[in-house]
């Protein structure tokens, strides 16, 4: 479910596309990181962003503040954060694909003794 809006910031593009995919997304950023995780991390300038799964979070990384908050009116710079953040949207698109549901054979009660008595009598 790709938006259409020009100049969103990378923030309300990445919150608007995953709101779409499921309500069990949810985003939440810091300005804090530890130097001990995060070792670029810079205070003040980059902000440390995490995509969580029903508060859990699933997938975390750091950025600059502006890249973060600005809106992009630049093409370039648009195109370069969607790319960006398509990235992210597919890979939380693809977990949410579940697998087909395994379905039984549903036969009467009986039916499969019978079907091996054919059997002993072809043989």
């Not at 009116?73 to 790319?83: A, C, G, I, L, V």
């Not at 977990?95 to 008595?117: C, D, H, M, W």
Request: proline share 2%; charged share 35%.
């Amino acid at each position: 479910m790709t938006m259409k809006y020009n100049n969103l910031s990378y923030e309300t593009y990445l919150k608007n596309e995953l709101e779409g995919l499921s309500k069990n997304f949810s985003m939440k950023s810091y300005k804090l990181a530890s130097q001990e995780e995060w070792q670029g991390f810079e205070r003040g300038k980059d902000i440390r962003v995490q995509i969580q799964w029903k508060g859990n979070c699933i997938w975390e990384w750091i950025l600059e503040k502006t890249f973060w908050y600005q809106t992009n009116t630049n093409k370039e710079d648009r195109t370069w954060m969607r790319n960006h953040a398509d990235i992210k949207i597919e890979r939380c698109k693809m977990a949410l694909v579940k697998k087909p549901p395994i379905t039984k054979n549903k036969r009467k009660v009986g039916s499969t003794q019978l079907l091996f008595e054919e059997m002993k009598k072809q043989k």
